[in-house]
């Protein structure tokens, strides 16, 4: 019986994500068309507020989206922002972001987690720091471990 209940507690402890997984189909299409759609626990509201309301000019190039779709994904962002959310890794985002932080990538948490990885490791053809997935491959179900 113990060793049920010590398995159970394992297994949701190993399972819990560290950030939420997007569950937004039309922000997961939209937003991931072109590079790793981050989820919301990445950045506080008000950055992810900066990032929707400027689409035009977004890191550089027009993502814009129609009045509708933009709204739809603004709200679901804002909704489920690291601000919002009890995650550990969420909670330490909204500590450490600057109010003007739009950039997952220069944030202090990203900066201290990835410290010890080699400046080399970003700068291969497979997308740099921004691509997630190439050395967390559960990173699109919010799991972000190093190994």
């Known amino acids: 019986m113990r060793i049920g209940i010590l398995i ?9 994500a560290q950030v939420l997984p997007i569950k937004n189909k ?5 937003c ?17 507020s900066k ?9 550089g190039v027009d993502a ?3 009045k509708k779709d933009n709204a739809k994904i603004a709200k679901y962002y804002a909704k489920n922002s690291s601000d919002k959310s009890m995650r550990y890794l969420s909670r330490m985002i909204t500590k450490y972001t600057r109010a003007n932080e739009i950039r997952i990538t220069t944030g202090s948490v990203f900066r201290s987690a990835h410290r010890e990885v080699s400046r080399r490791y970003f700068k291969r053809k497979s997308g740099g720091a921004g691509n997630c997935m190439a050395c967390h491959r559960t990173a699109s179900m919010g799991y972000y471990s190093e190994e």
């Open 26 to 30: 039309l922000a997961l299409k939209e």
């Open 32 to 48: 991931g068309s072109c590079h790793f759609a981050y989820q919301p626990g990445l950045l506080p509201s008000h950055s992810w």
């Open 8 to 16: 159970m507690l394992l297994t949701g402890l190993l399972s819990a």
């Open 51 to 59: 990032i929707m309301h400027n689409l035009a000019n977004h890191f």
């Open 64 to 66: 814009s989206l129609d």
